[in-house]
């Protein structure tokens, strides 16, 4: 599957229902382009816009301690927000404990307990600089696949996962999202199976 050509936010999340995260979202004043549920998450799209409430920061802080209230069990609430804009090329784009530009959030971030677990970028060894609580949640697969780590393929193919679609089937595959969302805004997913890669270093 191709680059989108329209770049869009996808925030899937688990612990509300569908009307309160559309609620929440609305509230900000970024109601959702389209919502629904699948797979036991429920689900919201918006247009890249950077004007207003940044939608990254609305999917970490849903599961914070502001919203407990709207939870709709005893369970936490998480959320898996994924971004088709461009990887930020601002001079402060490649450090990861900096705030990424309006219009290029980092592509990936896990949310629960009101913080990002683990963030990162797509493609292009961009995978090896991540942060966040659990920054190494999905360490193993990226190790697996050869997109981190001293074993991978980037020497000798340069242009191995360049776009990011193999890391975001590897997202999706770990956290069981409906594959179906993501196509629906044009997001590539890798039909390629995983490299078999070592596990020496990230």
């Not at 389209?34 to 816009?49: I, K, L």
């Not at 980037?154 to 196509?183: C, K, M, Q, W």
């Amino acid at each position: 599957m191709s680059r989108p050509t329209q770049n869009a936010f996808v925030t899937f999340c688990k612990g509300m229902t569908l009307s309160t995260v559309s609620a929440v979202f609305a509230e900000a004043g970024r109601p959702a382009v389209a919502a629904g549920e699948s797979s036991g998450w429920v689900w919201v799209t918006h247009d890249a816009d950077p004007g207003g409430v940044s939608v990254l920061d609305l999917a970490r802080d849903i599961t914070g301690f502001r919203h407990a209230d709207r939870a709709s069990g005893p369970d936490r609430v998480e959320t898996v927000f994924l971004a088709s804009t461009p990887a930020c090329s601002c001079p402060h784009g490649q450090n990861y404990m900096v705030p990424h530009c309006p219009e290029h959030p980092f592509q990936f971030a896990y949310s629960h307990g009101g913080f990002e677990q683990t963030y990162f970028n797509f493609g292009a060894r961009r995978e090896s600089r991540r942060a966040g609580g659990t920054a190494d949640l999905l360490v193993r697969e990226l190790l697996d696949a050869g997109i981190v780590g001293r074993d991978t393929p980037y020497d000798t193919d340069p242009g191995f996962n360049a776009d990011g679609a193999l890391t975001v089937r590897i997202v999706t595959e770990h956290f069981r999202l409906p594959s179906a969302v993501l196509e629906r805004v044009r997001y590539p997913i890798s039909t390629t199976r995983a490299h078999a890669g070592g596990e020496s270093g990230t």
